[in-house]
């Protein structure tokens, strides 16, 4: 019965692994498939693969693309005005940024000059002080 029962296990084994027979020593004739050539198949098919593209940002209402380098001549006009969303996102569309960036007051700030991003300055109650790039 105990061999019964052995090659039972084994049968049922081999149908779970599909034929990889992991869980025995293989049958005469049969062979374990080898790692080596299929990690090789597999380099060699993500070599040929295609980087991932660009993301495809859609052009903002004056079919310029969303952002690029910041120019902050012309953005005085914002000076006065509350920095919401919808200003901060006007500021950054007109300087051509990619991206902008509040600073209030006493606020720790980075020191790096980011020619992309557009620093909207304000004061304590939230209004717009001064606009610069950078």
């Known amino acids: 019965m105990a061999g019964y029962a052995r090659s039972h296990a084994a049968a049922l084994c081999s149908r779970i692994v599909r034929g ?3 869980c025995t020593a293989p049958a005469r004739g049969h062979r374990r498939p080898r790692l080596a050539p299929l990690l090789a198949l597999g ?10 593209a660009a993301p495809d940002y859609p052009a903002n209402s004056t079919g310029a693309p969303p952002g690029g380098l910041c120019n902050a001549q012309g953005l005085a006009g914002f000076a006065g005005q509350m920095a919401t969303a919808s ?24 020191k790096e000059f980011i020619a992309e991003r557009v620093n909207l300055e304000v004061d304590a109650a939230g209004r717009i002080v001064a606009v ?3």
């Open 20 to 22: 990889m027979n992991a």
């Open 43 to 52: 380099l060699l098919l993500s070599a040929c693969a295609q980087p991932p």
């Open 87 to 110: 200003v901060t996102e006007a500021v950054r569309v007109r300087a051509g940024a990619r991206m902008a960036r509040i600073l209030r007051p006493g606020q720790m700030i980075t």
């Open 132 to 134: 610069r790039c950078g």
